[in-house]
């Protein structure tokens, strides 16, 4: 079975949250998550993310960093704050001015992300992915 049919089949009904500015990143980002989850929602900021998952119940949070109206640090914050069992993903700029490794995440990937090293870091996460989607059930 190849490696994204099986994360498929295993995280197909978890609830994701994508978080981008940038137009481009996120519709191709948006048409890779679409083919390994069933419930993909996205907003253009941390301000925007954030309201999102105070109505919503999301198991995985994927978002850039650097972004109008409230960074991704901040949103990452507060959602970890509002439930620690949410799984965090960061996808910044290598050349973000900001300090990666002061964010609260479950790891963190620098753009351009290359698709296999996302599937790497949701493989490494799997467990902890489907404990959060099945805590919330």
């Known amino acids: 079975m190849s490696r ?19 137009d481009d990143v996120r519709a191709e980002t948006l048409l890779f998550l679409g083919r390994l989850f069933d ?22 949070v994927v978002t850039d960093l650097k972004m109008p109206k409230m960074d991704g ?3 990452l914050s507060k959602i970890h704050a509002l439930n620690k069992e949410t799984v965090l993903i960061v996808m910044t700029a290598s050349d973000s001015n900001m300090d990666v490794t002061q964010t609260q995440c479950d790891a963190y990937l620098y753009k351009p992300v290359m698709m296999m090293d996302f599937v790497e870091a949701l493989e490494s996460l799997e467990d902890k992915i489907i404990h959060s989607s099945r805590s919330k059930q």
């Open 4 to 22: 994204l049919k099986k994360l498929h089949e295993n995280l197909s009904r978890v609830k994701v949250l994508y978080v981008e500015d940038e």
């Open 39 to 60: 419930d993909v929602s996205s907003a253009v900021n941390g301000e925007d993310g954030l309201g999102m998952f105070m109505k919503n119940s999301y198991d995985l």
């Open 73 to 75: 640090h901040d949103m």
